[in-house]
T-cell receptor, first 116, second 114 residues
Framework: AQKITQTQPGMFVQEKEAVTLDCTYD???????LFWYKQPSSGEMIFLIY??????QNATEGRYSLNFQKARKSANLVISASQLGDSAMYFC?????????????FGTGTLLAVQP | EAQVTQNPRYLITVTGKKLTVTCSQN?????MSWYRQDPGLGLRQIYY???????DKGDVPEGYKVSRKEKRNFPLILESPSPNQTSLYFC?????????????FGPGTRLTVL
């Protein structure tokens, strides 16, 4: 079963508007971390924001915020005031606390295009 | 500046010619890992290391070797590269290996094996 699901292969948003990228996850481990990464066309993987499973408040980092709904197992990324430079692939990822390799498990990504 | 560096960034080689992709981090991280990214397959872990001299296989270790002789370095070795190892490779590191530890990625190495 897929552990990280991103159901939006691609999205458009107008510059200066807000956009929500969806992510749902599946785990039985009570301790885990949820991460969002941005991959621009140049290829690097840029860390954006992190949410811990025990965190009571939603994470925020500048224009990025994470809408964490633990009971629904969702961790949506909200980008406020979109900029042209936000055009990129966005990956949701999870790292389980008790996993043998403690690797990051990635979703398939959402390609965001910001239109002027 | 805290960072993970990889070299080379781009490499074109031929089948069977041994190569090494270097990875170095300056954050005193204990955990380091290699991933490959392929279209339609996403990112998959190749090898990981929890500390110096401690390495183990990830999901797709065949055809690769690693070593962790120093805390900061974690090179990826392809003894006899083949075309199916053409991919985008990422090195990543985190302070430790807890589920809540953020992994920071290097800039990636685009490898083409002819």
């Amino acid at each position: 079963a897929q552990k990280i699901t991103q159901t939006q292969p691609g999205m458009f948003v107008q510059e200066k508007e807000a956009v929500t990228l969806d992510c749902t996850y599946d785990t039985s481990d009570p301790s885990y971390g949820l991460f969002w990464y941005k991959q621009p066309s140049s290829g690097e993987m840029i860390f954006l924001i992190y949410q811990g499973s025990y965190d009571q408040q939603n994470a925020t980092e500048g224009r990025y915020s994470l809408n964490f709904q633990k009971a629904r197992k969702s961790a949506n990324l909200v980008i406020s005031a979109s900029q042209l430079g936000d055009s990129a692939m966005y990956f949701c990822a999870m790292r389980e606390g008790g996993g043998a390799t403690n690797k990051l498990i990635f979703g398939t990504g959402t390609l965001l295009a910001v239109q002027p | 500046e805290a960072q993970v560096t990889q070299n080379p960034r781009y490499l074109i080689t031929v089948t069977g010619k041994k190569l090494t992709v270097t990875c170095s981090q300056n954050m005193n991280h204990e955990y380091m890992s290699w991933y490959r990214q392929d279209p339609g397959l996403g990112l998959r872990q190749i090898y990981y290391s929890m500390n110096v001299e401690v390495t183990d296989k990830g999901d797709v270790p065949e055809g690769y070797k690693v070593s962790r002789k120093e805390k900061r370095n974690f090179p990826l070795i392809l003894e006899s590269p083949s075309p199916n190892q053409t991919s985008l490779y990422f090195c990543a590191s985190s302070l430790r290996w807890a589920g809540t530890d953020t992994q920071y990625f290097g800039p990636g190495t685009r490898l083409t094996v002819l």
